[in-house]
C-alpha cells in the first residue's frame, strides 16, 4: 500500500467487492477473461478471483484466475471490460537495479498541461522496472518545479504530505503489482486540477540473481464533468509502530477514533466508501478493515490474505456506507521466521497500511505509532495501538492549487 504515503493530507490507498466473477466456456471468441457470469466450474472461485483483479476463466486444464488485458479491468459482472472515459497515458524512463538491489529516494513527474480541470475515473499501471511500490500524487505544475523525468526527492524538498496538501492523491500501486487498474465505479472519479504535475515516488526492489531493466507506464481515464455524480476524497490509515517478534505470529490492531475529529470540523462521521488498497510486505499473512462502535461495531469491511504481489485495490459497488461509528479498526497479521524484531520500514521491513477513496466531507490520516502487548489468542501475539488522526474538510474544488 502506500510506501510511507505519510500524506493525507489529500492522500489520495485498498477494498473489496460485493460482486463476483463469472465464467466463460473455453471456446468462448470473446477472448480471454471476457466472460459471462454464470454457474459452472468457476463458481467457487469467483471471489478469489475477483480479488485480484482477475476474472476465472475455464481452460483445457480446469478453471483458473487470468488477467484482464491492457485498457480492460475486472468487472462485476465477471467480464474483461473496457475502462471508460479519454485515456491520458506518459511512459516514464527506464531504471536498471542490479541483482538483489533496491533503488529509492527518487521522483518521476509528468506534466500534464491540462487548461481544464480532470476528473480521473481510473487509473492504469503497467510496470517491469521491479517497482516494489510507487505513490503518485497531483501539484499545480509551479510547485517542485523542474524538468519532468527522473531526479532525486530531495533536490525539489518534495515531500507526499506536501504534495497531497498542494493538490491531491491520485493512485497507490499495489505491492510488486506488474500491471493494475485502480477502477472506481461508473461515476466516481478524483479532480485533478488545472495545470498539474503528477509526481511518483520510486521504489524498485529486485529479488532476483539478474539485473533488470524497465520502466512504468501510467494512464489516466478521464471522465467528461457532466458524467461525474460522486467527487472522491482520499482517506490513509497506517501502523508505524510495527514491532514484529521474531519466530513468532502476531496481529497488530489500530484503532482510529474518527467521530471526534469530524465533530471538531463541524461534521458527522459519515461516509461512503468505494475504493480501498491495503500494503504490507511478504512477512504480512493479513490485513483487514472493521468498523468500530455504533451498531455495526466489528463488522468487516475488508480482508485479503498473505502477501502474494498481485492486484489488491477493489472497489464497492454500491459503496459501503459507514454511519453511527466511531471509526475504524484495521491492522495486519504477521509470521515472523526471523531471528531480530522486525519493523516499519522498507527493504525487509515490514508495512501495514490502507490507502482508501470515499464520498466524504472531510479527508484524513490515521497513524498508529506504538503498538502495545495486549495478550495472546492462541499462539498468536496480539498489539494494539490509537491511531493519530489529521482530519481536514475536504471540498469539490479541495484540489484548487491551495496548499500550506
Known amino acids: 500500500m502506500l510506501h510511507r504515503f505519510r500524506s493525507l493530507g489529500a492522500l489520495s490507498l485498498v477494498s473489496v467487492v460485493v460482486a463476483l466473477s463469472g465464467c466463460a466456456p473455453e471456446d468462448s471468441d470473446t477472448g480471454p477473461g471476457t466472460t459471462t457470469t454464470q454457474a459452472g466450474p468457476c463458481e467457487a472461485m469467483r471471489e478469489t478471483c475477483f480479488s485480484k483483479q482477475m476474472v476465472c476463466v475455464e481452460a483445457s486444464a480446469g478453471p483458473v484466475c487470468e488477467a484482464c488485458g491492457a485498457g480492460k479491468y475486472a468487472s462485476a459482472q465477471g467480464a474483461c471490460e473496457a475502462i471508460p472515459g479519454t485515456g491520458m497515458t506518459h511512459t516514464f524512463?527506464?531504471?536498471?537495479?542490479?541483482a538483489g538491489g533496491e533503488v529509492k529516494g527518487l521522483c518521476q513527474s509528468w506534466t500534464l498541461n491540462n487548461a481544464e480541470e480532470l476528473w480521473v475515473n481510473a487509473v492504469e499501471l503497467t510496470q517491469n522496472a521491479s517497482s516494489h511500490h510507487s505513490n503518485w500524487t497531483f501539484v499545480p505544475d509551479d510547485k517542485f518545479e523542474g524538468p519532468d523525468g527522473v531526479w532525486p526527492c530531495k533536490e525539489r524538498g518534495y515531500s507526499q504530505l506536501e504534495a497531497a496538501l498542494y493538490g491531491g492523491v491520485v493512485y497507490a500501486q499495489s505491492t510488486q503489482a506488474s500491471h493494475e487498474v485502480q477502477k472506481f465505479p461508473n461515476g466516481a472519479a478524483v479532480r485533478i486540477s488545472p495545470y498539474a504535475r503528477i509526481i511518483g515516488d520510486v521504489h524498485l526492489l529486485n529479488t532476483t540473481s539478474e539485473d533488470i531493466t524497465g520502466h512504468s507506464e501510467l494512464t489516466l481515464y478521464v471522465l467528461p464533468v457532466e458524467e461525474v455524480e460522486i467527487k472522491l476524497a482520499p482517506f490513509h490509515l497506517s501502523y508505524e509502530g510495527l514491532n514484529i517478534p521474531p519466530h513468532s505470529d502476531s496481529r497488530f490492531t489500530g484503532k482510529a477514533a474518527l467521530d471526534g475529529k469530524f465533530s471538531a470540523l463541524g461534521l458527522p462521521f459519515e461516509m461512503d466508501i468505494y475504493f480501498v488498497l491495503p500494503h504490507y510486505h511478504a512477512l504480512g499473512k493479513s490485513f483487514f478493515l472493521d468498523m468500530m462502535g455504533g451498531?455495526?461495531?466489528?463488522?468487516?469491511?475488508?480482508?485479503?490474505?498473505?502477501?502474494?504481489?498481485?492486484?489488491?485495490?477493489?472497489?464497492?459497488?454500491?459503496?459501503?456506507?459507514?454511519?453511527?461509528?466511531?471509526?475504524?479498526s484495521f491492522g495486519c497479521d504477521f509470521t515472523n521466521p526471523r531471528d531480530e524484531y522486525i519493523k516499519y520500514g522498507l527493504g525487509d521491513q515490514e508495512?501495514?497500511?490502507?490507502?482508501?477513496?470515499?464520498?466524504?466531507?472531510?479527508?484524513?490520516?490515521?497513524?498508529?505509532?506504538?503498538?502495545?502487548?495486549?495478550?495472546?489468542?492462541?499462539?498468536?501475539?496480539l498489539f494494539t495501538g490509537d491511531a493519530t488522526t489529521l482530519a481536514f474538510?475536504?471540498?469539490?474544488?479541495?484540489?484548487?492549487?491551495?496548499g500550506p
Open 93 to 98: 524512463e527506464d531504471f536498471t537495479t542490479p
Open 393 to 402: 474538510k475536504w471540498t469539490n474544488d479541495q484540489a484548487s492549487g491551495k
Open 295 to 328: 451498531e455495526h461495531d466489528g463488522e468487516r469491511v475488508f480482508e485479503v490474505g498473505a502477501f502474494d504481489a498481485e492486484a489488491h485495490g477493489k472497489a464497492y459497488d454500491p459503496p459501503i456506507s459507514v454511519k453511527d461509528a466511531e471509526g475504524f
Open 351 to 381: 508495512m501495514c497500511e490502507m490507502l482508501g477513496f470515499a464520498d466524504s466531507k472531510a479527508a484524513f490520516e490515521s497513524i498508529v505509532h506504538e503498538a502495545n502487548p495486549d495478550g495472546t489468542d492462541g499462539s498468536v501475539q
